[in-house]
């Protein structure tokens, strides 16, 4: 099966990204509507509806904030019969709360992007509950149109995934934020700073996505024996402070999931 129409509700940055990289993969716009209260136009001019619409939409792509789901929910539920899936982006909010909500549907994902999706270089995390086999591989043909498809077998862990998959390109920008301000406090213009910073991810990002080796083991490849990397990385590495800085800032996202879930859950 495809999902030839998609109905979009909370058609925001998240999902938007997500639009851009199913476009740039030559889906056609025609696929993609949205439901928006208040908007009359989206950007690639897809077609908008302020009231919900009746025809039938094979997924609905949910994008509005965790905290507005019930804002939608009585009018979504009618759309989503036994021939509709949801696909949800909501962080935290767990298989069980659209189940109640949406007890008729054909399926339900929890879809976890990041806002890579629009470069197609988007790690996708998913689960789901009631999928029929062909509609899971759909799941997973849109999700590899986006990037890659990574399938979570146990609930309990998608909020770690989510901090480190959803999250972590907010966590490598503040990182990449600190390594351009380090330069410039030591002396180098601001602007270079951001630009050697912002191409140095890039670069290293591609190459530890296409190197045999590890992040590890290419980080003691830059460093030569006492060069210059390695006694940066001993700042770094004195008692383990990224790696527990790291653990601490992974685990505060991926709490704060917990209590969203907590929220939406009925
Ligand atoms: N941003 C990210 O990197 C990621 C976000 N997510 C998830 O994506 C979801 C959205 O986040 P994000 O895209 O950042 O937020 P946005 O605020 O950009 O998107 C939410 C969208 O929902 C729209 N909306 C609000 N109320 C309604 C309504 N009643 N009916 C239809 N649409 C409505 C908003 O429109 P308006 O502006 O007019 O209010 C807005 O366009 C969240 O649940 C988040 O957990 C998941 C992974 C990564
Ligand atoms: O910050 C959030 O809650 C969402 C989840 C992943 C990225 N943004």
């Known amino acids: 099966m495809t999902f030839a129409k998609i109905l979009i509700v909370g058609f925001g940055t998240m999902t938007g990204a997500m639009v851009d990289g199913w476009l740039a993969a030559g889906y056609a716009p025609s696929r ?42 009585a009018g979504l539920e009618p ?9 949800s982006v909501l962080a935290g909010v767990e298989l069980s709360s659209y189940i109640s909500r949406f007890p008729r549907t054909g399926g339900i994902v929890r879809f976890m992007p990041n806002l890579a999706a629009a470069l197609g270089k988007s790690p996708n995390a998913l689960i789901a ?13 849109l999700a590899s149109d986006l990037g890659t498809a990574e399938w979570v077998e146990d609930e309990s862990q998608f909020d770690l995934v989510t ?16 390594l351009a301000a380090g330069a410039a406090a030591l002396g180098l213009p601001e602007d270079q700073a951001q630009r ?9 990002g591609a190459l530890a996505a296409a190197s045999e080796f590890s992040p590890g083991e290419l980080a003691q490849r830059v460093a030569s024996p006492g060069g210059m ?22 685990r505060a996202a991926r709490d704060r999931g917990a209590e969203m879930a907590a929220e939406a859950r009925e």
């Open 32 to 73: 993609f509507e949205i439901y928006h209260p208040r908007k009359s136009e989206v950007a690639h001019g897809l077609a908008v509806h302020n009231d919900w619409p009746e025809a039938h939409f094979d997924a609905v792509l949910l994008g509005v904030k965790p905290h507005m789901v019930d804002d939608v929910a």
């Open 196 to 204: 050697l910073a912002v191409a140095m991810v890039d670069g290293a």
């Open 129 to 141: 509950n009631g999928l029929s086999a062909s509609a899971k591989e759909a799941v997973t043909q």
């Open 229 to 250: 990397t390695q006694k940066g990385l001993d700042i770094l590495d004195d008692q383990g402070a990224l790696n527990q800085l790291m653990t601490e800032c992974l």
């Open 79 to 87: 759309l989503l019969g036994p021939d509709t899936i949801l696909l």
């Open 163 to 178: 901090a480190l998959a959803g999250s972590g390109p907010g966590f490598v920008y503040r990182f990449t934020d600190a």
